[in-house]
């Protein structure tokens, strides 16, 4: 059964950081991209970052590129993704996102940045 599920959400300060991870399981991990999205209600879904299964290539979308670090263990099937100098519009629910051989979700976690 696939599974990924994302952890690390919670409330922060701007300029805060936080670091989300994503377990994965059920797939061969190393073999598929992964990627961060985000949501806002009322909003599309959003690509954040992604990384290809080796982890030598990266994307980051222009609002997060300098302060957002994506990275994989492909030992631990896990991915992660590094926030720092975060701020309020950094605030949604972020999702994990398995693309290549397969397509999968996991059901998100929330990162408010308020003070």
């Known amino acids: 059964q696939v599974q990924l599920v994302e952890s690390g959400g919670g409330l922060v300060q701007p300029g805060g950081s936080l670091r989300l991870s994503c377990a994965a399981a059920?797939?061969?991990?190393?073999?598929?991209?992964m990627r961060w999205f985000r949501q806002v209600p009322g909003k599309e879904r959003e690509l954040v970052a992604s990384?290809?299964?080796?982890?030598?290539?990266?994307y980051y979308t222009d609002p997060v590129r300098g302060r957002f670090v994506i990275s994989r263990d492909n030992a631990k099937n896990a991915v992660y993704l590094q926030m720092n100098n975060l701020k309020p519009e950094d605030t949604a629910v972020y999702y994990c996102?398995?693309?290549?051989?397969?397509?999968?979700w996991g059901r998100g976690t929330q990162v408010t940045v308020s003070s």
């Open positions: 996102n398995a693309w290549g051989k397969i397509n999968a």
């Open positions: 059920g797939f061969d991990f190393s073999l598929n991209g």
């Open positions: 990384i290809i299964s080796s982890g030598t290539s990266t």
